[in-house]
């Protein structure tokens, strides 16, 4: 089956550092474009970051610096690595595949899991 | 930062009828507008990009259309299993989101 499952959520302090995981099944990360959205509490779907299949990263203005994306092809998963955590950034973050490079729809994503950044 | 502003919040239909959810972009997005439906605690699914193509899968009455500011998203017929939420969102110039319209069973 092809599906994406999130891990590594949690309560975190303000000015911690968290590392998210997406374990993708049914395809290979490396081979294809992934992303990481988030949904904060009663808000909007905003878009994280991009990780080319070619290792090309892109990110939001709102986490430049402060967070990572990566992969490991060995283990068929996703990774976000978040420092330096705010309050503004807790949120469900969903990982989730691009298959295009020029045009940044995504067609799978995963369930979420939630980050909670309070003291 | 390209603005989505999608109505109305809430949707009532009754089943079998037409629901028609908007979408509207601050400048032009081409077509390059996607829409998605999210069920409570599942993954959201894609149902359109390029503003009218049916993503694999997708069934028949969902129907997309538009371009520039203004898209719309058509479920012809209602079901029941149709209640979610659904987003647009726009890949023109990076990525924004609309707020989500909710679609309710009247």
């Known amino acids: 089956e092809v599906q994406l499952v999130e891990s590594g959520g949690g309560l975190i302090q303000p000015g911690g550092s968290l590392r998210l995981s997406c374990a993708a099944s049914?395809?290979?990360?490396?081979?294809?474009?992934m992303s990481w959205v988030r949904q904060a509490p009663g808000k909007g779907l905003e878009w994280v970051s991009i990780?080319?299949?070619?290792?090309?990263?892109y990110y939001a203005d709102s986490v430049k610096g402060r967070f990572t994306i990566s992969r490991d092809n060995s283990k068929n998963t996703l990774y976000l690595q978040m420092n330096s955590l705010r309050a503004e950034d807790t949120a469900v973050y969903y990982c989730?595949?691009?298959?295009?490079?020029?045009?940044?729809?995504?067609?799978?994503w995963g369930r979420g899991t939630l980050v909670t950044v309070s003291s | 930062e390209i603005v989505m502003t999608q109505s109305p919040a809430t949707l009532s239909v009754s089943p079998g009828e037409r629901a028609t959810l908007s979408c509207r972009a601050s400048?032009?997005?081409?077509?390059?507008l996607a829409w998605y439906q999210r069920k409570p605690g599942q993954a959201p699914r894609l149902l359109i990009y390029?503003?009218?193509t049916r993503a694999t899968g997708i069934p028949a009455r969902f129907g997309g259309s538009g371009s520039g500011t203004e898209f719309t998203l058509t479920i012809s017929s209602l079901q029941s299993e149709d209640v979610a939420v659904y987003y647009c969102?726009?890949?023109?110039?990076?990525?924004?989101f609309g707020q989500g319209t909710r679609l309710e069973i009247k």
């Open positions: 400048q032009s997005v081409s077509s390059n």
């Open positions: 049914g395809f290979t990360v490396n081979s294809n474009h």
């Open positions: 969102q726009q890949y023109n110039n990076w990525i924004t």
């Open positions: 990780i080319y299949s070619g290792d090309s990263t």
């Open positions: 989730a595949r691009v298959p295009d490079r020029t045009y940044w729809y995504f067609d799978l």
């Open positions: 390029g503003a009218s």
